[in-house]
């Protein structure tokens, strides 16, 4: 992890005109990553984890699709669907829902 000298907030990796640097999202700050440093942007997550890192056209196991749910971005009716317990046990689950046209992806708490 590394941090702005500028404004202390935290750097992400990014890749910029070919280079790889450190940006601050913040203050704008840039800074060339040096050759021993490494990114690794991708990743993936264990089952048994509660973070899910999905791919660009990748869908979670025991997706199904659902008719009648509108879009927010493109108002397309149909959509991928998959249920996740973002909270603790005694609150309801939360249904995440991505458009099969636009991709846009929106969760909606039961």
Same mark, same amino acid.
Request: charged share 35%; glycine share 4%.
């Given at each position: 992890?590394?941090?702005?000298?500028?404004?202390?907030?935290?750097?992400?990796?990014?890749?910029?005109?070919?280079?790889?640097?450190?940006?601050?999202?913040?203050?704008?700050?840039?800074?060339?990553?040096?050759?021993?440093?490494?990114?690794?942007?991708?990743?993936?997550? %264990?089952?048994?984890?509660?973070?899910?890192?999905?791919?660009? %056209?990748?869908?979670?196991?025991?997706?199904?699709?659902?008719?009648?749910?509108?879009?927010?971005?493109?108002?397309? %009716?149909?959509?991928?669907?998959?249920?996740?317990?973002?909270?603790?046990?005694?609150?309801?689950?939360?249904?995440?829902?991505?458009?099969?046209?636009?991709?846009?992806?929106?969760?909606?708490?039961?």
């Amino acid at each position: 992890m590394k941090f702005c000298p500028k404004c202390n907030s935290m750097m992400v990796p990014r890749k910029i005109n070919g280079k790889s640097v450190y940006k601050c999202l913040k203050c704008g700050y840039e800074e060339e990553v040096k050759q021993e440093e490494v990114i690794t942007t991708k990743i993936k997550h %264990d089952v048994k984890e509660k973070t899910i890192v999905l791919e660009q %056209d990748e869908l979670p196991v025991g997706t199904q699709i659902i008719k009648g749910v509108v879009c927010p971005n493109c108002k397309n %009716d149909e959509a991928y669907f998959w249920i996740l317990q973002t909270r603790s046990a005694d609150e309801p689950a939360t249904r995440f829902y991505k458009c099969t046209k636009c991709g846009k992806v929106w969760r909606e708490y039961e």
